[in-house]
């Protein structure tokens, strides 16, 4: 069973940044697909950047030039970096592990935008 638990949410002002970690448990972390993905309230859970095995990244278009994706095999960890933060980007952030059969989700973390 693998456990992933995110942390660095906070509140931020507009135009501010933060970031967030995820770190999931499993010798074979390096090779899951790791995500991000945000729910705001009365709103469906939304992908928000995934990276691949190799390193390979994709992200939604409302966050490209804003928001990187990163990962250290070695600490088990990947990380968001959101920059230039907007109201709009308040949500619940949740991490999602996936080897080749299942997904594994993260309780998720709290990024609130306001000023």
């Known amino acids: 069973q693998v456990q992933v638990v995110e942390s660095g949410g906070g509140l931020v002002q507009p135009g501010g940044s933060l970031r967030l970690s995820c770190a999931a448990t499993?010798?074979?972390?390096?090779?899951?697909?790791m995500s991000w993905y945000r729910q705001a309230p009365g709103k469906e859970r939304d992908l928000v950047a995934v990276?691949?095995?190799?390193?390979?990244?994709k992200y939604a278009e409302s966050v490209k030039g804003r928001f990187t994706i990163s990962r250290d095999n070695a600490k088990n960890t990947v990380y968001l970096q959101m920059n230039s933060l907007k109201a709009e980007d308040t949500a619940v952030y949740y991490c999602k592990a996936r080897d080749l059969w299942t997904n594994y989700w993260g309780q998720g973390t709290q990024v609130t935008v306001s000023s």
């Open positions: 499993g010798s074979a972390f390096s090779r899951y697909t």
């Open positions: 990276i691949t095995s190799p390193g390979g990244t």
